[in-house]
């Protein structure tokens, strides 16, 4: 009988001891923990493994925690919680945005950026990255402005006049690069002259902008008549000013169902561009006064869009003659005859 009461009491003490809080180094253990580790000069280690053997765990209990030794950038502490190992520590990218792009000339151009926040890591290098494509990265042209938080001042140079560009400022901290907001800026068109060779042709005329005018193709097309010359019909809305050529072409192209010239220049593509057109006369009297600056060989008359506003103008359409004093306008060319074509284009 004694034995049995002793080993009921032995019972009963092992399960109290079993379901009591447990003290290491201390005797007063804290009444929230089950287990309470008491130490200054050392810690609590939680079994170490990679994430590849952490995530084979079987059926991890909620809460239960490893060291992963290549988590993160040198191994963090992680917990298994609500179906996902969590790690404790979560390293992020500075936070940064992009300031507006000013003082924009031909090459160059100011810009920035401001890094918010490190999230707790030195940012290590900061400026911004720019190309002709939308989101640009550090992969293409960059800036490296020091290196910390705060507003930052970039420049951009070796730029190409007359080109969009896109812009992001960028900070890096240890846990990698996070970019700004994407801006866009063009730069200065470079400067126009005559004769200069642009846009599929050569310059023969810069209107008061500086930046835009009319290009001329280097050489001419093959002798054609100007077209309709048998319909013994006008066609309505012709002009001789600079700046309408490309609507009296596209006059006569409807007009006139058969060859012309017109028609030639429509549907020329050369060197990329198709959007060639006859000059209206004024236009080709430019060509001719600048055709020492354009360079090349000229025939002695051209065909213009343009028809004179005169008794018979059916038969007859305004030519140039570029071996007369002044180039002067022929209004009397038959319309049926062959004369020479140079496209021209706008810019």
């Known amino acids: 009988m004694k034995k049995i009461t002793f080993l009921i ?28 580790v008491s130490s200054t000069t050392k810690g609590f280690l939680t079994p170490r493994m990679t994430k590849d053997q952490r995530n084979a765990i079987v059926s991890p209990a909620e809460g239960l925690m490893v060291f992963c030794s290549n988590c993160g950038v040198n191994g963090e502490l992680s917990m298994y919680s609500n179906g996902l190992w969590r790690n404790f520590l979560s390293v992020a990218p500075p936070a940064v945005t992009t300031a507006a792009v000013t003082n924009v000339d ?6 920035g950026g401001n890094v918010i926040s490190d999230n707790g890591y030195a940012v290590t290098a900061r400026g911004v ?54 801006a866009s800026f063009t730069t200065t068109a470079a400067g126009f002259s005559i004769g200069q060779s642009y846009g599929g042709g050569i310059i ?16 001419n097309l093959p002798d054609n008549e100007w077209g309709c010359g048998g319909s013994m019909s006008s066609i309505p809305g012709t002009s001789s000013a600079i700046g309408t050529g490309q609507a009296n072409t596209t006059l006569i192209v409807s007009a006139c169902s058969g060859a012309s010239a017109a028609k030639d220049c429509d549907n020329l593509v050369l060197n990329g561009y198709s959007d060639w057109y006859l000059p209206s006369a004024e236009e080709l009297q430019q060509i001719c006064q600048q055709r020492s600056a354009i360079g090349g060989s000229f025939s002695m008359k051209y065909w213009s869009s ?42």
Not at 150 to 176: M, W
Not at 204 to 219: E, R, V
Not at 312 to 321: G, H, I, N
């Open 129 to 182: 990255c720019w190309s002709t494509s939308p989101n640009p990265t550090m992969a293409d042209s960059k800036t490296i402005d020091g290196s910390g938080t705060g507003i930052f001042t970039s420049s951009l140079t070796s730029l190409t006049g007359g080109t969009l560009y896109y812009v992001r400022a960028y900070a890096t901290n240890i846990a990698g690069t996070e970019y700004g907001n994407d």
């Open 204 to 219: 023969f005329y810069i209107d008061g902008s500086a930046q835009h005018g009319l290009i001329c193709a280097a050489t």
């Open 106 to 111: 031909q090459t160059t151009a100011t810009s």
């Open 9 to 36: 009491a032995l019972t009963l003490l092992i399960s109290s001891s079993l379901f009591s809080q447990v003290g290491i180094n201390t005797e007063t253990p804290d009444n929230s923990a089950i287990l309470d």
């Open 306 to 347: 343009t028809e004179p506003a005169q008794f018979m103008f059916y038969l007859y359409a305004d030519a140039v003659d570029f071996m007369m004093p002044g180039c002067a306008v022929d209004n009397s060319a038959g319309k049926v005859s062959f004369q020479s074509v140079r496209p021209v284009r706008s810019f």
